[in-house]
């Protein structure tokens, strides 16, 4: 995956991480919108918290990401891999622990969780098809 990202420039990856960002709040508002007509508000509200933690988890990780390329030595990578995990622990733990003691609540962060992945998943494989960095990349391995 960070071969397929570093075919793109870094205003590239703004342009994607805004695009991103947009999607999730859209994301958030439909999820709100239909939530509440099927009288589910907590599970919407867990939505847009799943995808509000998952948005911050990503610009934090592209925030350390960039510290650390530019960092000289192999030696300052090791805290970006150790404050990922952490985050990502931390994300499940509190995840985990709504689905628990507030299960509509839990589930729909759970569910935006899982919704920032996609919309970032594409946004990703849409602006790599859109620069042929994907077709690039499959000819030079056959």
């Known amino acids: 995956m960070v071969n397929v990202l570093s075919a793109l420039s870094v205003p590239q990856l703004s342009a994607l991480a805004r695009r991103t960002a947009l999607v999730a709040l859209g994301v958030g508002v439909v999820a709100l919108i239909v939530t509440f007509v099927l009288g589910m508000p907590l599970a919407g509200l867990g939505v847009c918290l799943g995808l509000a933690m998952a948005l911050v988890n990503f610009r934090l990780i592209a925030r350390s990401t960039a510290r650390a390329s ?30 628990w003691l507030v299960r509509p609540l839990g589930f729909g962060t759970i569910v935006g969780l899982a919704l920032f992945q996609f919309a970032l998943l594409a946004n990703v494989v849409t602006a790599l098809l859109r620069d042929g960095a994907l077709r690039t990349e499959e000819d030079g391995r056959s």
């Open 70 to 99: 530019a960092a000289a030595e192999p030696a300052r990578r090791r805290p970006l891999v150790t404050s990922t995990l952490g985050r990502l622990g931390a994300i499940s733990v509190v995840a985990l622990l709504l689905a």
